[in-house]
């Protein structure tokens, strides 16, 4: 992957704005804070109108961008009746540049009814996907090879995302910014963007990152931040009051108010949060997962985790072998 990388937005004719725009202020932000990101822009026309009459100048033609093996493509959603048409149909040039990006390693990205575009391009074959809920059933009987997923923000299977309609591009546009720069970069940029980030399918259905960010109190969002990046340090509460700059007792209530749950259990569920994502690697052992999380030991750990798998149901980190 380049230094830089390239995330390069399809500019279809009869795009609904909003798949397009969605996702480029996601990542547009996320430049401005400093992410590697360049955004590009191209089209298999030369004269775009969405689908509400918004008429778009010229954007590069599809021949004068380079995707590099990890770099994005986006397919927004278009107006049914085009996708229904000869017109899109014959667009073999465009439906086989897809195909060959996606081949050299490029990640193919697609929002609402852009999955259209990816399954008649041979993309979805066998594949797991999404698009709005209207268009589900369509999308399934239209294409039979591919395996559509009911009630999904998004699914990324082997390098291709779907997602559902409309806002649900932000959704996975986040998701993706999670993965590359991490969950704190990525709630900055949803504060930004003034949006609660929400999890998509493919992760897990609880996210401590995400779970407990809906609101706007800019002093326990600093407190977040900070005990995300601070996990191994056991703050007390006084120090946590600084970072926030209130009294103790004024920060105890308002997190708790704020997010529902108190310092102690939020702070305990991103180590576990933490734990989750290390147990994966096979060179840690449980006491080297314990003491990068900020538990006392791997006894510790063990005890937690298995009180707290007894509510998730999720995979018990305590058959792991130390």
């Not at 149909?89 to 575009?117: K, M, N, P, Y």
């Amino acid at each position: 992957m380049s230094p830089t990388q390239q995330v390069i937005f399809v500019v279809p004719p009869h795009v609904h704005v909003l798949d397009l725009t969605g996702p480029v202020q996601v990542f547009y932000e996320a430049a401005e804070y400093g992410a590697p990101y360049q955004l590009r822009y191209c089209s298999f026309q030369h004269q775009v109108v969405s689908s509400a009459g918004l008429a778009m100048g010229p954007v590069l033609p599809l021949t004068d961008v380079h995707p590099q093996p990890g770099d994005l493509i986006f397919v927004p959603g278009m107006d049914m009746a085009y996708i229904r048409s000869a017109e899109f149909r014959a667009e073999i040039d465009f439906l086989t540049w897809l195909r060959e990006q996606h081949c050299q390693g490029v990640t193919i990205c697609s929002v609402c009814t852009g999955a259209f575009v990816l399954a008649q391009a041979g993309l979805l074959d066998g594949r797991k996907c999404t698009t709005h809920w209207k268009r589900l059933d369509e999308l399934q009987t239209t294409y039979p090879r591919i395996v559509t997923q009911p009630d999904r923000l998004f699914v990324n299977d082997g390098g291709i995302y779907t997602s559902a309609g409309i806002t649900a591009g932000i959704d996975l546009a986040l998701a993706i910014l999670e993965e590359q720069q991490g969950p704190l970069f990525a709630s900055k940029i949803a504060r930004e963007l003034v949006v609660y980030q929400r999890r998509g399918p493919e992760h897990s259905q609880k996210s401590v990152y995400l779970d407990y960010r809906n609101h706007m109190n800019v002093a326990v969002h600093q407190v977040q931040d900070w005990l995300i990046t601070n996990l191994k340090t056991r703050a007390t509460l006084d120090e946590l009051a600084e970072v926030a700059g209130m009294s103790t007792r004024n920060l105890t209530r308002t997190f708790r108010k704020e997010t529902g749950i108190s310092i102690h259990v939020y702070t305990t569920l991103l180590r576990l949060e933490l734990a989750r994502t290390l147990r994966h690697n096979p060179g840690m052992t449980m006491e080297a997962i314990a003491e990068k999380c900020g538990f006392q030991d791997a006894r510790q750990l063990r005890r937690i985790w298995q009180k707290d798998d007894s509510k998730t149901r999720s995979t018990p980190l305590f058959q792991r072998n130390a």
